[in-house]
């Protein structure tokens, strides 16, 4: 009986996924030339209209109106970006949900297994020749996508949900994740195109409710309460605002109305700093709930070793199943 080697397997699967390499070589070909492009011009019009002075020194008088439009100016492009989001489980859809679910549908798997390759190394060299891939495809975006984010980042910071899941090793364990998920589900369904809408369903699945309930409690985030007149919240820049309210002198929340009826009950217009004047004297302040910069990278690491785990238990799944279940 014939021996395949590791470059054997390695051929062989280079044979059958070379479509999609293909494929997203080109897309990431032409995601590097718009960045670079774009990137360019981002930068340019940062230098141009001095926004980094204003950084440096905000007490300038124009500044707000400097930094609102430089904002403008690349508001079609910070709303497009994030939709690269999507990256991983596109990526998984078309390259992961298939690896194992089309050997399953057409049965080949039995030939392979048949040239003195065991189920484990067979998989071994699939996926991990289809993970290697994509993840350097997607640690090469992650740096072009850091360097294009520059400007915004230093005018936001790198912990707010624009700047997070974009930049950093979160992206990596994405990637990781959507492709174990597209793996698992391929394994499961031996069908490559109802594996592809459970892996969208279980990616979405879990990013949206991490992302909107359990990233902002990461680590407790800092509360405190601030003068409505003077309107300092002691937000830094970088730091992630998860909420914002006024309160009452319980401290219970309040809606605006409340201290509208209170201090200008006949609706005369009174001066924005009388009116809050007025909401200080009678024990309404502001309050805010954020996560400071500097927990940036203890974030990054958590999420990080939060999907790599949970592609690790997926993996291991998949492991299980190909070993013992499938036939």
Known sequence: ?????????????????????????????????????????????????????????RSESNCPQIIQAFGNQFNYLRFAVPWLNLAPVLVAMLVGAPLVA??????THRLIWTQSVTRLRWLTVKYGLVVIGCILAE?????LLTWWRGPFTRLGGSLTKEAFDLEGTAPLAYMAFALA???????????????????????????????????????????RTYDLATGDEGIRTGDWVIDEAIVNPSGAVVDFS?????????????????????????????RVTYQPADRLVAFQAIETALY???AAVLLGLTVYWVRRRVT
């Open 308 to 310: 790599f785990g949970l």
């Open 1 to 57: 009986m014939e021996q395949w080697g590791g470059g054997a397997m390695t051929w062989l699967t280079w044979r059958q996924h070379r479509s999609e390499a293909l494929v997203i070589g080109g897309v990431l070909a032409t995601l590097v030339v718009l960045l670079i492009v774009t990137g360019r011009s981002i930068y340019a019009t940062f230098d141009q209209l001095g926004v980094a002075g204003c950084l440096a020194q």
């Open 181 to 223: 998920a597209a793996v698992a589900a391929g394994t499961l369904l031996r069908r490559a195109l109802p594996a592809m809408v459970l892996t969208l369903a279980l990616f979405l699945g879990v990013r949206l409710p991490v992302e909107d309930l359990v990233r902002p409690h990461y680590q407790p985030p800092v509360t």
């Open 139 to 143: 640690a090469l975006l992650i740096a």
């Open 102 to 107: 089309r050997e399953l549908e057409h049965n």
């Open 258 to 286: 409340q201290i509208v009826n209170l201090c200008d009950p006949n609706r005369q217009g009174l001066e924005k700093q009388t009116f809050f004047q007025c909401a200080g004297a009678n024990g309404f302040q502001g």
